[in-house]
């Protein structure tokens, strides 16, 4: 079946302005993750959904960014004038059951802020 | 320091190579540990998980985990090109809701 997809794969985009980024789960998975990982440095959790609704918030690094969820469905993580520093690769993954170690990652999107 | 570290190499061996991947961690509230591989320009994908202490195998795969020193292992026999990539450990709380990744290892089987 369909993995985890994200879009788009890349975004680069200039410091100020607000990107949105995209994760489709797969079909009937109940919990999704957003992960950030920079440049040699390991996952960072950033917000973790059970349903469409997010306990877990306590990863997001700012009042910038913000994340939301439809139903057991999509999800979009945004981030409001981006900085240098956001510049990381933003992984989504998502379970079955939730929550789980047994997380299934989609590709990442890249982003690059100049 | 870093709840959990992981040295982030590069590690290069050549092929039929035994490697040893290690971790270490802080927080003894840690009771699953993971190993995720990491492909270029792809997300991790789980290898293998274990709950509490205790060594678990999988073909040339053996994890093990010692709690008692708050450590952790992943070892592969018989190294293949293939297995060149980036491996990730992880670990969890009972809950699993707030895992907790190391940097990864970047790992080349030469052939």
């Known amino acids: 079946g369909a993995g985890v997809s994200q879009s788009p794969s890349n975004k680069v985009t200039e410091k100020g302005k607000d990107v949105e980024l995209r994760c489709d789960p797969i079909s009937g998975h109940t919990a999704l993750y957003w992960y950030r990982q920079r440049l040699g440095q390991g996952l960072e959790f950033l917000i973790y959904f059970q349903g469409n609704s997010a306990p877990d918030k306590s990863g997001l690094p700012s009042d910038r960014f913000s994340a939301e969820r439809t139903g057991e469905s999509v999800s979009t993580l945004t981030i409001q004038r981006t900085q240098q520093e956001d510049s990381a690769v933003y992984l989504c993954?998502?379970?079955?059951?939730?929550?789980?170690?047994?997380?299934?990652f989609g590709p990442g999107t890249r982003l690059t802020v100049t | 320091q870093k709840e959990v570290e992981q040295d982030p190499g590069p590690l290069s061996v050549p092929e039929g190579a035994i490697v040893s991947l290690n971790c270490t961690y802080s927080?003894?509230?840690?009771?699953?540990f993971m190993w995720y591989r990491q492909y270029s320009r792809k997300g991790p994908e789980l290898l293998m998980y274990?709950?509490?202490?205790g060594n678990k195998e999988d073909g040339r795969f053996t994890a093990q985990v010692d709690k008692s020193s708050k450590y952790i292992s992943l070892f592969i026999r018989d190294s293949q090109p293939s297995d060149s990539a980036t491996y990730l450990c992880a670990m969890s709380t009972q809950n699993n809701n707030d895992m907790r990744f190391g940097a990864g290892t970047r790992l080349t089987v030469k052939p």
């Open positions: 927080n003894s509230a840690f009771q699953y």
């Open positions: 993954a998502s379970s079955l059951v939730s929550p789980s170690y047994e997380q299934y």
């Open positions: 274990t709950y509490s202490s």
